[in-house]
């Protein structure tokens, strides 16, 4: 299958300091690319869908000020967690959409990075 | 309704078992399905995908989808405590996101 890439893969930081995580596709392009969170023991949590030089579309109850993403190229997507708080500790992962060619229904594949863990002190 | 429903499990087999694992959907739309399996602490990674109704095969695992009632299923064979894990089902609904189910927990004993 095809890879994604994250990192770094683990952050530690201290209460309202920003966090950049970078999510790259490396042997695909992606147009579309995705921001999932999640919590110990839940389900994935879509975060927002980003594609290349747009605006990301942000989930409800999503703060698009506090987690600031960009899909500079198709290859890279950066999430930016600004003034991270303890709240804000979680496992984020990246996701990025294949586009393949096909003759019947499921054209696209969807692959998940490693994810970044990040804590807040 | 929710629109994929798993079973949480536990599902505990005994190593060198088949293990199978269901989901049922509600979008009748929906041409493309999925199974990850993701381990404890780590992220989502594709394992199968299914397109057409029948049973698909790759190694250990077969994909069965049945359009009609609306299911979709994954059998492990010979199953091994490595495949101790949540298995997550998934589709892509009307709005082309991808849809995932609570997800199953295997555990396959030694």
């Known amino acids: 299958g095809a890879v994604v890439s994250q990192h770094p893969s683990r952050v530690i930081c201290k209460s309202g300091t920003s966090v950049k995580i970078e999510c790259r596709s490396l042997?695909?392009?992606?147009?579309?690319m995705f921001w999932y969170r999640q919590f110990p023991k839940q389900s994935l949590m879509l975060m927002a869908t980003?594609?290349?030089?747009?605006?990301?579309?942000?989930e409800q109850g999503v703060e698009k000020d506090k987690f600031l993403i960009n899909h500079a190229s198709l290859t890279l997507s950066t999430l930016t967690v600004t003034s991270a708080h303890p709240e804000d500790s979680s496992f984020y992962i990246c996701?990025?959409?294949?586009?393949?060619?096909?003759?019947?229904?499921?054209?696209?594949?969807?692959?998940f990075g490693p994810g970044t863990r990040l804590t807040v002190l | 309704q929710k629109e994929v429903e798993q079973n949480s499990g536990p599902l505990s087999v005994p190593e060198g078992a088949i293990a199978s694992l269901n989901c049922t959907y509600s979008?009748?739309?929906?041409?493309?399905f999925f199974w990850y399996r993701q381990y404890s602490g780590k992220s989502p990674e594709l394992i199968m995908s299914?397109?057409?109704?029948g049973d698909k095969e790759d190694g250990r695992f077969t994909a069965q989808l049945n359009k009609a009632s609306q299911y979709v299923s994954l059998l492990i064979r010979d199953s091994q405590p490595s495949d101790s894990a949540t298995y997550l089902c998934?589709?892509?609904?009307?709005?082309?996101?991808?849809?995932f189910g609570g997800g199953t927990r295997l555990m396959v004993k030694p």
């Open positions: 996701s990025a959409r294949v586009k393949k060619s096909g003759t019947s229904g499921g054209l696209n594949e969807q692959f």
């Open positions: 042997d695909f392009q992606a147009t579309t």
């Open positions: 980003s594609n290349e030089g747009s605006k990301a579309t942000y």
């Open positions: 979008d009748r739309v929906s041409q493309s």
């Open positions: 299914i397109y057409s109704n």
């Open positions: 998934a589709f892509y609904n009307a709005g082309n996101m991808l849809t």
